[in-house]
C-alpha cells in the first residue's frame, strides 16, 4: 500500500524556519520524482518544489527560490523541505506528491500518489 506522511508543519512567525518531512511507503522511492506542493483554500494547488529520482535536478517555484531547500534520503524512504525566512504569504497546506519516472515537474496531474498534507501558518 503506497503511503505519503507529512509532518513537520506549525506556526511560526515570519522570518523563521521550517522543516517537512514526507515519509514514504509501499514503492521504492529511488524510482519515483518526489515533488511539493501547497494550497490555500479557495485557491488552486500550486507546485513549490521537486526532486528527481537521480537526486539531481531540482524545480523551485519562483516565490520560494532561495529560500527551499529539498532533499531526500532514499535510505530513510524520505524527502525534506527546508524552508528558510518564511513569509505570511507561504501559509497553506504543504502536501507532498510522487510520480514515476525521471523527469521533474510541477503540474499537478502528473502526480500519481499524494499525503494528507501539514499546515503551515506564518504569522506574528
Known amino acids: 500500500q503506497v503511503q505519503l506522511v507529512e509532518s513537520g508543519g506549525g506556526l511560526v512567525q515570519p522570518g523563521e524556519s521550517l522543516r517537512l518531512s514526507c515519509a514514504t511507503s509501499?514503492?521504492?522511492?529511488?524510482?519515483?520524482?518526489i515533488g511539493w506542493f501547497r494550497q490555500v483554500p479557495g485557491k488552486e494547488r500550486e507546485g513549490v518544489s521537486c526532486i528527481s529520482n537521480s537526486d539531481g535536478p531540482a524545480y523551485y517555484a519562483d516565490s520560494v527560490k532561495g529560500r527551499f531547500t529539498i532533499s531526500r534520503d532514499n535510505a530513510k524512504n524520505t524527502v525534506y523541505l527546508q524552508m528558510n525566512s518564511l513569509k505570511p504569504q507561504d501559509t497553506a497546506i504543504y502536501f507532498c506528491?510522487?510520480?514515476?519516472?525521471?523527469?521533474?515537474?510541477?503540474?499537478?496531474?502528473?502526480?500519481?500518489?499524494w499525503g494528507q498534507g501539514t499546515q503551515v501558518t506564518v504569522s506574528s
Open positions: 506528491a510522487a510520480k514515476a519516472g525521471w523527469d521533474i515537474s510541477p503540474e499537478i496531474d502528473e502526480y500519481d500518489y
Open positions: 509501499g514503492f521504492i522511492l529511488d524510482y519515483y520524482v
